[in-house]
C-alpha cells in the first residue's frame, strides 16, 4: 500500500469525507428541533408528546453517529493493518477456483460486515426502540430474521455473483451483460417476493372485517383499480408502528395492513392511506422509480468496468494478488459517493411523488380531513420529528416533512 496511489486517497475521501457529511446533517437536525410544539399540531400533539419525540430524536441520533463512528474506526484499522489482504491469502490457501474462492471472500466480508453491525442493531431495537414503546420483537424473531436473511442472500445471491465474476473475468461486454441480468433479476424478484420471500418474515391473513373490505372494495372500484385479495400483516409482532403497501400486477394486486394500522386508526383514515397508496400506482410512480433504479445499476456498472480490473484498486486496500472479487469489494467502497448522489435524486423525486399520491388522496376522499388525519397522528404515533432541518432531509428523507405534507394538501 502506497500513499501516492490514487485509489487510496479516492476511498479515503470517500469513506471519511461521508462520514463528515452524515456528522454536519445531525447537527444541523439537532439544531433545528422545536422546542414547542409547531402551531398547526396544536391540538393534536401534546407537550408531553412532543418533547418525548424530541427525546426520541436526541437519543437515535446520538447513537447513530457513536454506531457510524465506532464502525468507519473499525473498518479503517483493519484496512490499515492489512486486514484484506490476510482474509484473501487465507481464502486462495483452500486451492479453490477463481469464482469459488470470490464467494468465498466476499460472502466472509458480507458476514464480517453483518456482525460489525450486529451488537448496534441489536441496540436500537431492544433498548432504543423498546425504550419508546416501539418494539414487539423478541430476541427469538430478532435472530430468525437474520438467520432467514442470510439463507435468503446464501440462494439468492451467491448464483448470481457467481455469474457476475464469471463475466467480469471473462467478457469484454461485461458490464452491459451484467445489467441485463440484474436488470431481469430483480424485475423477478419484485414479482415472486410478495408470495415467495415477504411470507417468511411476516404472517399475511385475510381482512376478516366485513366493513371495513367492503369500503376498501367500493373505494377500489370507484378509482377504478381492481385488487384481488386484502390482506392483513402481523406488523405488530415486530413493532407498534403502522403501514400498509400493494404488491402484484393487474388484477392480482393484494392490499397489505399493517394490524397496527387497523388497531389505531378509523375507517376514513385508512381508506385514506390507500387512496395513497392508489395514487402512486395511478400516476405510475413505481415504474419511474424503477427506470431509475435500473439506470443507476447501469452506471454502476460501467464505472465498475473501468475500475476493477486496474491492480491499483487491489493495492490501494493492501491486497497484493489481484482479483475481480476483491475489484468488487473495494469498488463498492469507491461508489458510495456516487451511490449518494443517485441517493438524492431517488429521495427527490420520492418526495415530489409523496406530494402528487397525497393530492390523488385528497381527491378521491373528497376532502383532505381523513389524510390530514392519518399523518398527523402516524406522526404523533411514531415520535416524528415535525421540524427536521432541509439539510437532512435532503440527504435522509424519502417523505417530506408532516409540516409540508399539511400544508399542501389543506392548501
Not at 86 to 96: A, I, S, T
Given at each position: 500500500m502506497?500513499?501516492?496511489?490514487?485509489?487510496?486517497?479516492?476511498?479515503?475521501?470517500s469513506?471519511?469525507?461521508?462520514?463528515?457529511?452524515?456528522?454536519?446533517?445531525?447537527?444541523?437536525?439537532?439544531?433545528?428541533?422545536s422546542?414547542?410544539?409547531?402551531?398547526?399540531?396544536?391540538?393534536?400533539?401534546?407537550?408531553?408528546e412532543?418533547?418525548?419525540?424530541?427525546e426520541?430524536?436526541?437519543?437515535?441520533?446520538?447513537f447513530g453517529?457513536?454506531?457510524d463512528?465506532?464502525q468507519l474506526?473499525?473498518?479503517?484499522?483493519?484496512?490499515?493493518?492489512?486486514?484484506f489482504d490476510?482474509?484473501?491469502?487465507?481464502?486462495?490457501?483452500?486451492?479453490?477456483g477463481?469464482?469459488?474462492?470470490?464467494?468465498?471472500?466476499?460472502?466472509?466480508?458480507?458476514?464480517?460486515?453483518?456482525?460489525?453491525?450486529l451488537?448496534?442493531d441489536w441496540y436500537?431495537?431492544?433498548?432504543?426502540?423498546a425504550?419508546?414503546?416501539?418494539?414487539?420483537?423478541?430476541?427469538?424473531?430478532?435472530?430468525?430474521?437474520?438467520?432467514?436473511?442470510?439463507?435468503?442472500?446464501?440462494?439468492?445471491g451467491?448464483?448470481?455473483?457467481?455469474?457476475?465474476?464469471?463475466?467480469?473475468?471473462?467478457?469484454?461486454?461485461?458490464?452491459?451483460?451484467?445489467?441485463l441480468?440484474?436488470?431481469a433479476?430483480s424485475?423477478?424478484?419484485?414479482?415472486?417476493?410478495?408470495?415467495?420471500?415477504?411470507?417468511?418474515?411476516?404472517?399475511?391473513?385475510?381482512?376478516?372485517d366485513?366493513?371495513?373490505?367492503?369500503?376498501?372494495?367500493?373505494?377500489?372500484r370507484?378509482?377504478?383499480?381492481?385488487?384481488?385479495?386484502?390482506?392483513?400483516?402481523?406488523?405488530?409482532?415486530?413493532?407498534?408502528?403502522?403501514?400498509?403497501?400493494?404488491?402484484?400486477?393487474?388484477?392480482a394486486?393484494?392490499?397489505?395492513?399493517?394490524?397496527?394500522?387497523?388497531?389505531?386508526?378509523?375507517?376514513?383514515?385508512?381508506?385514506?392511506?390507500?387512496?395513497?397508496?392508489?395514487?402512486?400506482?395511478?400516476?405510475?410512480?413505481?415504474?419511474?422509480?424503477l427506470?431509475?433504479?435500473?439506470?443507476?445499476?447501469?452506471?454502476?456498472?460501467?464505472?465498475m468496468?473501468?475500475?476493477?480490473?486496474?491492480?491499483?484498486?487491489?493495492?490501494?486496500?493492501g491486497?497484493?494478488?489481484?482479483?475481480?472479487?476483491?475489484?468488487f469489494?473495494?469498488?463498492?467502497?469507491?461508489f458510495?459517493?456516487?451511490?449518494?448522489?443517485?441517493?438524492?435524486?431517488?429521495?427527490?423525486?420520492?418526495?415530489?411523488?409523496?406530494?402528487?399520491?397525497?393530492?390523488?388522496?385528497?381527491?378521491?376522499?373528497?376532502?383532505?380531513?381523513?389524510?390530514?388525519?392519518?399523518?398527523?397522528?402516524?406522526t404523533r404515533d411514531?415520535?416524528?420529528?415535525?421540524?427536521p432541518?432541509?439539510?437532512?432531509?435532503?440527504?435522509?428523507?424519502?417523505?417530506?416533512?408532516?409540516?409540508?405534507?399539511?400544508?399542501?394538501l389543506?392548501?
Open positions: 502506497t500513499f501516492s496511489n490514487p485509489w487510496l486517497w479516492i476511498a479515503l475521501i469513506t471519511i469525507g461521508l462520514w463528515k457529511l452524515e456528522l454536519l446533517a445531525t447537527f444541523l437536525n439537532m439544531s433545528a428541533l422546542p414547542k410544539v409547531p402551531k398547526r399540531l396544536e391540538g393534536t400533539v401534546t407537550e408531553e412532543h418533547e418525548r419525540a424530541l426520541y430524536a436526541r437519543i437515535s441520533a446520538r453517529v457513536l454506531s463512528s465506532i474506526a473499525v473498518f479503517l484499522g483493519f484496512w490499515f493493518i492489512g486486514g490476510w482474509v484473501d491469502h487465507w481464502v486462495r490457501g483452500f486451492g479453490l477463481e469464482i469459488q474462492s470470490g464467494l468465498v471472500l466476499l460472502s466472509i466480508l458480507f458476514v464480517a460486515q453483518g456482525l460489525l453491525s451488537p448496534f436500537d431495537t431492544f433498548r432504543i426502540e425504550e419508546f414503546g416501539f418494539n414487539k420483537t423478541t430476541l427469538g424473531t430478532f435472530i430468525m430474521d437474520r438467520v432467514k436473511g442470510l439463507c435468503l442472500a446464501a440462494i439468492l451467491l448464483p448470481l455473483l457467481a455469474v457476475l465474476l464469471h463475466l467480469f473475468a471473462s467478457y469484454p461486454l461485461a458490464a452491459l451483460y451484467a445489467w441480468i440484474v436488470t433479476f424485475l423477478v424478484l419484485s414479482f415472486l417476493s410478495p408470495r415467495l420471500i415477504l411470507p417468511l418474515f411476516f404472517k399475511f391473513q385475510p381482512l376478516e366485513a366493513e371495513l373490505k367492503a369500503a376498501i372494495m367500493e373505494l377500489s370507484k378509482l377504478d383499480f381492481p385488487v384481488g385479495e386484502v390482506s392483513v400483516v402481523d406488523g405488530s409482532k415486530r413493532s407498534t408502528k403502522a403501514n400498509a403497501f400493494f404488491t402484484g400486477f393487474g388484477s394486486k393484494r392490499i397489505a395492513l399493517f394490524d397496527t394500522l387497523m388497531k389505531n386508526h378509523s375507517r376514513e383514515e385508512i381508506l385514506a392511506v390507500l387512496a395513497h397508496e392508489i395514487g402512486h400506482c395511478k400516476r405510475r410512480h413505481v415504474p419511474k422509480q427506470a431509475l433504479s435500473i439506470l443507476s445499476t447501469g452506471l454502476m456498472f460501467a464505472l468496468h473501468f475500475a476493477i480490473h486496474d491492480p491499483r484498486l487491489c493495492a490501494a486496500f491486497v497484493m494478488q489481484p482479483s475481480v472479487a476483491c475489484g469489494a473495494f469498488f463498492g467502497i469507491l458510495q459517493p456516487v451511490s449518494t448522489l443517485i441517493g438524492l435524486l431517488g429521495s427527490w423525486l420520492s418526495r415530489k411523488f409523496e406530494f402528487e399520491a397525497d393530492a390523488y388522496a385528497k381527491e378521491a376522499m373528497a376532502s383532505p380531513k381523513p389524510l390530514v388525519d392519518a399523518l398527523t397522528r402516524l411514531h415520535l416524528g420529528n415535525p421540524t432541518h432541509p439539510f437532512y432531509v435532503t440527504l435522509h428523507y424519502s417523505h417530506p416533512p408532516i409540516l409540508q405534507r399539511l400544508q399542501a389543506e392548501a
